[in-house]
């Protein structure tokens, strides 16, 4: 039986102490499988960021286990932390974030070539992930002459470029129109299904979170089902 991809298991997460310990996660359980899209709907403050930030091992629970493929981090060190959310872990901001100076194409090859592949292998990657995205026809374009929804489209191949396990995203669609906001999510959650990611995605548009498999929400630390 495959692992799933993305797995908490009784996390704790706290700020301060004494009177002013904040309880954000208290024995919260998360489970994403392979090619799931699961959406994050919670109120500003419910801890939607810090739940990002464990899931892609950018913080530490002080208590529980996270897993990515299988691999339990929690008695991993910081070396071993980065280099597996380096090859595993794929995020998307509300910002996209490209570097201005390079084309669609070469945002998306850059990260590619860090990771050490080739750079005819990067460039073909790049340009099937820009065109199953449909900005394929915008490759040689620098970020300042794409739309927002490109930008953003751009921002979501490049999350992708080395085939990440898990892609997290932090509110994708909050800086588009409505119309955008569509285009994008829809595109975003055609990528996960091709490349068989697991994803975790806040939001605050409800709209978009019914067409995820499933919705999430934190409420009294736990991560539980929510419906909208």
Excluded: W
């Amino acid at each position: 039986m495959n692992k799933p991809h993305l797995k908490l298991s009784a996390v704790h997460r706290h700020y301060g102490e004494g009177e002013r310990l904040v309880r954000v996660l208290d024995a919260a359980d998360l489970t994403v499988e392979s090619g799931e899209l699961v959406a994050l709907v919670a109120p500003s403050g419910a801890g939607k960021s810090t739940l990002l930030h464990l899931c892609g091992l950018l913080e530490s629970p002080q208590e529980g286990e996270v897993e990515i493929i299988g691999e339990k981090t929690s008695q991993m060190g910081d070396r071993a932390r980065t280099q597996l959310r380096r090859t595993t872990v794929g995020y998307v901001y509300q910002f996209h974030h490209l570097l201005p100076e390079f084309t669609a194409l070469e945002n998306v090859t850059l990260p590619q070539l860090i990771a050490g592949v080739d750079q005819k292998a990067a460039a073909t990657r790049a340009m099937e992930l820009l065109s199953l995205l449909n900005v394929g026809h915008r490759a040689s374009h620098r970020p300042a002459e794409l739309s927002g929804g490109e930008q953003q489209r751009v921002a979501i191949a490049r999350a992708a470029a080395n085939r990440p396990r898990v892609i997290l995203a932090d509110e994708p669609t909050g800086n588009l129109d409505p119309e955008t906001s569509d285009l994008v999510f829809e595109a975003l959650k055609s990528l996960i299904r091709n490349e068989g990611a697991a994803a975790l995605i806040a939001t605050h548009n409800y709209d978009l979170a019914r067409r995820a498999d499933r919705i999430v929400t934190i409420r009294n630390g736990l991560v539980v089902p929510h419906t909208v």
